[in-house]
């Protein structure tokens, strides 16, 4: 590309102020006279933006219009000038189109694609660009297009910022995609510039692929440093996240190395069979029948429609996509881990960036399809991280390909495959040039023995995925792989990085000798988490697990689950395009009360609002949806969700009678619980449904402070800590910034479930948390002596709470609970840990 800025395009004579136009041929004509008095155009260059406008809408959206020649008129551009028509009271581009701000592009090359891309992203900012179409300053229109390239290189080379602060990265990995884009969520809160500067590279901290690009290894030192009104609590509010992450990273490698430490002796055959050899990713010995997994290259269509439309097409996919990965995330989050979770989030992420949408709008721009115009932008920039030589930087550009994936097959949906469906029953080991993260989360450890892969890295976040998820994978095995038959048993050794390939007999019988003696003891530990939690002086709490779908039951009740605490089922609607009707959720259902083997299971009704939504229900948008229209006051409004739901769930109850209860979240009133019981007996009655018990969630203050009163008319109670303590100590828990004070140990939340116990206490009802405080076995015990009798948690989080309770005493628990209820801070309550308390 070349390195003409706007400002070479675009003078002071190519700006008209304060214009006026009857109609789109004159603001054409205008811009064309324009471009032709400065030297840019032949006088016949306006007629050519006009055929234009017959073949294609050049109207950007948001006020814009970009009116340019056609291809074959490039020979009328006599040099490369960019001219604006500012239009303060507008004029009709097409029906419903107005535009104010005509930018008449006249270009022999590709020289005003900066600019373009600049004006792209003034569409974000739709305070600046109204200021735009008013402004009478000349100058205040070229600065608003002028090359952030170019600034960015010109203000490194002149120096860092104006507020700055040197750093020493401390993170064990590096920057890698989870920080990083707790970086720019942080960052982008703010109007300042900030950069991140290491040497002579340096990057946007607003975009996370920029971020990457510098690929900071642990020990690097950078400079960070900022411009703008608010540049100082930019950089302050930065710097905390940014130390505030290093605890994380550290006990993330800790148990990294932790795990790499534990493997398993080395098992190796008594034969000689072949073997194909790869870098080993995750340890681990499995015997399984070969299954190869074919990614569909199919061809792109390339589809043009007009800008405005795969403007609003392109939106309306990345939006899905981010609810798509969402759900992936909290699914990922308590099936996996938190931290494997932020693999999602991090890819949720990099639809934010300005670069990439820039380029895809460009593409459209130039004529291209959406869907087209997004593939072609993915490659480019994944080429772009990949051709830079690391390894990590290599990794997130599979990251990439993998979210840009789930963006196309919603741009064009005869795109999608379920390679993954369909696997047998039967051990299975797969075999793929590559596996997404997003495959690989969702991979069912059942029927999955191991993966081998003809690409990818042991840093990768599919490796990674691999190692928390327990299956032997190797990658980097080379494309030989990919010519094994399916259907062939296979030994898979993800220590030694190898797939022996035809075993004989003895080979099969001392890999599976060697399973079994792991097996049993496994067995021994599960015999351990099978124990109940009880304390030294016979209290029993319940320990339950929070999972989404039926095959993630064998594992929770590996762990120790005794049920499920809470099944969520928004997942049916965020994973489909489509809101699944009753007959689907029925499956669904059934399959969980199946697979739990008749322990109970609590079904929540789906909670959809606030950070949870989904594109296909066209919610309306609302300004702070957290204090919106959300969970029981959706279900109320919206009876074509709520009674299908429900009708599913009594048929269910009916199909494993007596394991089944339904709760209802964001309760905030009597009258709320009433209309839905009122519902309910109607549903069930209809059905011919057994009685079920009815709970309703804990997640505002006006429920726990009037939980006698909710407690006459419902079975039980769950408390939701994380939105609890959110809403009693108004912080948004999504906000970075703010993350660290979001602590369900405050005091003020620990004495709004002690009002919920004892409100539940007066009326015979138990109460359950199923949010996050349930899963640390600190908390859990507060929660124990606080007279909560059931928590549920994340399956992996369920032994360390057991053995924790097991070896308390009942009369401890309630002398730690009053002590915390007279804590003043989060900080004292955790002190009492620290103390023994």
Not at 48 to 55: P, Y
Not at 83 to 112: C, K, Y
Not at 784 to 798: D, I, K
Request: aromatic letters at 4%.
């Amino acid at each position: 590309m070349t390195s003409t800025s706007a400002t070479g395009l675009l003078t002071h004579e190519l700006i008209r102020l304060g214009g006026a136009a009857s109609d789109k041929a004159d603001a054409i004509a205008q811009a064309g006279a324009l471009l032709a008095a400065a030297g840019c155009v032949d006088p016949d260059y306006a007629q050519s933006m006009m055929r234009r406008e017959a073949a294609a809408n050049t109207f950007l959206g948001h006020g814009v219009a970009i009116p340019h020649g056609l291809v074959e008129d490039r020979a009328m551009v006599r040099r490369n000038g960019i001219a604006i028509l500012q239009l303060p009271n507008g004029v009709e581009w097409n029906p419903g189109q107005t535009a104010r701000l005509v930018v008449a592009i006249a270009a022999q090359s590709d020289a005003h694609l900066d600019a373009l891309r600049r004006l792209t992203r003034l569409l974000q900012d739709e305070d600046r660009l109204v200021r735009l179409f008013e402004t009478d300053e000349r100058s205040e229109i070229i600065a608003a297009l002028q090359d952030e390239h170019q600034t960015a290189a010109q203000g490194a080379s002149l120096g860092d910022l104006a507020v700055v602060f040197d750093w020493v990265v401390p993170y064990p990995s590096g920057l890698h995609a989870r920080p990083a884009a707790r970086w720019v969520e942080t960052v982008r809160g703010f109007a300042a510039q900030v950069r991140v500067r290491r040497n002579a590279d340096a990057g946007d901290a607003k975009s996370l692929i920029s971020l990457l690009q510098l690929g900071l290894k642990h020990g690097e030192s950078v400079v960070v440093s900022a411009t703008g009104s608010d540049a100082e609590a930019a950089l302050a509010a930065l710097r905390r996240v940014m130390d505030g992450l290093s605890v994380q990273e550290q006990a993330d490698a800790a148990q990294a190395a932790a795990r790499a430490a534990e493997r398993a002796p080395d098992w190796s055959p008594p034969g000689a069979p072949a073997y194909i050899a790869g870098v080993a990713a995750s340890p681990g010995l499995a015997i399984g029948t070969l299954r190869k997994v074919s990614a569909v290259e199919a061809e792109i269509p390339d589809r043009p429609v007009a800008l405005t439309e795969g403007g609003a097409m392109l939106d309306a996919a990345l939006s899905t996509t981010r609810f798509q990965l969402r759900a992936l995330a909290d699914d990922t989050a308590r099936r996996v881990g938190e931290s494997e979770a932020g693999i999602f989030r991090a890819q949720s992420e990099l639809l934010n960036d300005t670069d990439l949408i820039t380029l895809t709008c460009q593409l459209m721009v130039e004529g291209h399809g959406p869907a087209w115009a997004w593939n072609a932008a993915v490659d480019r920039i994944a080429a772009g991280l990949s051709a830079l030589g690391n390894p990590v930087l290599a990794a997130r550009a599979a990251d990439l390909h993998d979210v840009g994936r789930r963006v196309l097959t919603v741009l064009e949906p005869t795109l999608k495959s379920d390679a993954l469906s369909g696997l047998p029953d039967a051990p299975t080991v797969l075999v793929a040039s590559d596996l997404s993260p997003s495959d690989t989360a969702a991979l069912n450890v059942d029927k999955v023995a191991g993966l081998i892969t003809a690409l990818g890295g042991p840093t990768s976040h599919t490796a990674i995925l691999a190692r928390t998820l327990g299956l032997p994978a190797v990658v980097a095995a080379g494309s030989a792989v990919l010519d094994l038959a399916d259907g062939a048993t296979v030994i898979i050794d993800g220590q030694a990085g190898r797939l022996y390939l035809e075993p004989s007999e003895a080979d099969v019988i001392s890999a599976s000798a060697w399973l079994e003696a792991q097996r049993e003891v496994r067995e021994r530990e599960s015999e351990v988490r099978a124990l109940p939690a009880v304390t030294r002086d016979g209290r029993r709490i319940e320990v339950a697990a929070n999972i989404n779908q039926a095959h993630q039951a064998a594992f929770a009740l590996s762990q120790g689950a005794e049920g499920v605490g809470l099944m969520r089922t928004e997942f049916l609607f965020l994973e489909a395009d489509h809101s699944p009707d009753e007959a689907e959720q029925f499956e669904a259902y059934c399959a969980m009360l199946d697979a739990m083997g008749g322990r109970p299971v609590i079904v929540r009704a789906l909670d959809i609002g606030g950070d949870k939504q989904v594109a296909h229900l066209e919610l309306p948008r609302e300004d702070n949806p957290f204090l919106g229209v959300r969970g029981a006051r959706l279900l109320l409004r919206r009876p074509e969700l709520l009674e299908p739901q429900l009708r599913a769930l009594y048929r269910a109850a009916a199909h494993r009678p007596g394991t089944l209860s339904i709760m209802f979240p964001m309760i905030t009133s009597v009258g709320e619980v009433l209309a839905l019981k009122a519902i309910c007996a109607r549903i069930r009655a209809e059905v011919g449904g057994p009685e079920t018990p009815l709970g309703v969630m804990i997640e505002v203050p006006a429920a726990a402070l009037q939980a006698e009163s909710l407690a006459r008319h419902i079975d039980f109670f769950s408390v939701g800590t994380n939105d609890l303590t959110q809403y009693v100590l108004a912080i948004d828990r999504q906000n970075p910034d703010l993350a660290a004070e979001a602590d369900a140990l405050h005091p003020a939340v620990l004495r709004l479930i002690h009002e919920t116990v004892k409100g539940a206490e007066a009326h015979g009802k138990w109460v359950g948390v199923c949010g996050g405080l349930a899963g640390d076995p600190f908390g859990a015990s507060l929660l124990a002596g606080l007279g909560v009798q059931e928590l549920s948690m994340t399956p992996r989080e369920a032994p360390a709470v057991k053995a924790r309770l097991r070896e308390a005493l009942w009369p401890d628990l309630r002398e730690l609970a009053e002590r915390a209820l007279a804590a003043e801070s989060a900080a004292d309550v955790r002190a009492l840990e620290r103390r023994g308390a």
